[in-house]
């Protein structure tokens, strides 16, 4: 199935938890957020969160500064 990641597409397997996706990917964890349907889902919750064919994601950096 596929998976659209900032308009990226991926294809994961069908029982991929958004934990396990998002740890396939070359990214650090800290300071990211994830979105579904510009919804932030709490990471305490990703490993809950089974990914759905062309279900569109959104990953968010933290930015600090002024």
Known sequence: MVVKLNDKSYDVA???TLDKFIGT??????GIAIAIDYEVIPRS????ILLK??????????VSGG
Do not use: F, R, S, Y
């Open 14 to 16: 069908k029982g991929t």
């Open 53 to 62: 064919d062309n279900m569109e994601l959104m990953l968010i950096h933290a």
């Open 25 to 30: 990917l070359d990214v650090p964890l800290q």
């Open 45 to 48: 919750q990703w490993d809950e």
